[in-house]
């Protein structure tokens, strides 16, 4: 099954084995797509994404993503690279400043909270709005970034990043209406479960909230390679009229109200 025969795109976020992104960049070129990896330029340093562009045949492109300049060379880059427009673009970033340095959330930096929202939610923007005004998007194109369930219920330890993805979803929809009536193209954010990633478990007590959705969600959580299969079915023509849409994928879990295995410990 070649799900992206033909199709050409872009996966940000790769940084090692475990990243979500890394997964989808290895069942992209599994399915058949030519894609571009990109990081920020200090993740080429001590990431391993040299391995990963090695095993799916790819270029690596440094980008900061809250960079415009960079982010058009990447699209002007990846479509030279690729032998024209793209099919598919994947926001796989995030990263908190205050979460970093411990800041607990009755104590922010604000100058912290705004490169975080930068880093975590309007690249995302920058990269829609870049897309848009340079026309890089076939007809049809999927673009797809990556959420967590903060942003509707309350994660205490999640901090500023619950606000990041509150934005980066409402980014999706917003720009999903943009992108729709332009050439029909989709943009979705899935909402992942605690997946054990180098971002996921630079939040304290990352553990326990892992532990806690996956005994709470009938199908216990998704894993970052399920995860991958989702996107891929988003990139693909089967996903055609699915758009502004936050798409939860986690077993289940974000309509549970009670598990009685949590309580009866059975
Ligand atoms: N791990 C989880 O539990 C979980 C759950 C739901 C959603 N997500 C989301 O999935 C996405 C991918 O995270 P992950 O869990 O695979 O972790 P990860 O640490 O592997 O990936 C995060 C990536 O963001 C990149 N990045 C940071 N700043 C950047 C910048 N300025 N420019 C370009 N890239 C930058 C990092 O280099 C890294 O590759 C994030 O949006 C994250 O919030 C993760």
């Given at each position: 099954m070649a799900l992206l025969e033909g199709k050409r795109g872009i996966i940000s976020?790769?940084?090692?084995?475990?990243s979500i992104a890394w997964k989808v960049a290895e069942k992209c070129a599994a399915h058949g797509a030519k894609i571009t990896l990109t990081n920020a330029p200090v993740a080429?340093?001590?990431?391993?994404?040299q391995e990963l562009a090695a095993k799916v045949g790819a270029e690596i492109i440094p980008a900061d993503a809250t960079n415009l300049e960079d982010i058009e060379a990447l699209y002007t880059q990846s479509q030279e690279l690729l032998g024209g427009k793209l099919d598919f673009v994947l926001h796989s970033i995030g990263m908190s400043v205050n979460v970093r340095k411990k800041r607990e959330y009755t104590n922010l930096k604000y100058d912290w909270m705004q490169k975080t929202f930068d880093v975590s939610a309007i690249s995302f923007h920058k990269m829609m709005q870049v897309a848009y005004q340079n026309d890089v998007m076939s007809d049809w194109g999927s673009i797809l970034g990556l959420t967590y369930i903060a942003a509707q219920r309350v994660?205490?330890?999640y901090s500023e990043m619950a606000e990041s993805k509150a934005l980066l979803e409402s980014f999706a929809r917003s720009f999903g209406y943009h992108f729709g009536v332009k050439n029909n193209v989709r943009v979705n954010t899935i909402s992942q479960s605690?997946?054990?990633?180098t971002a996921g478990q630079g939040v304290k007590g990352f553990q326990e909230f892992f532990d806690y959705a996956d005994s709470m969600s009938p199908l216990g959580n998704a894993t970052a390679d399920e995860c991958a299969d989702y996107c891929i079915f988003m990139f693909s023509?089967?996903?055609?009229?699915?758009?502004?849409q936050n798409l939860?994928?986690?077993?289940?879990?974000?309509?549970?109200?009670?598990?009685?295995s949590l309580v009866t410990g059975e």
């Open positions: 976020g790769a940084l090692d084995e475990q080429l340093r001590f990431g391993k994404i994660f205490p330890d605690p997946t054990m990633t023509d089967m996903s055609r009229k699915i758009t502004m939860y994928h986690d077993g289940g879990y974000v309509n549970m109200g009670i598990n009685p």
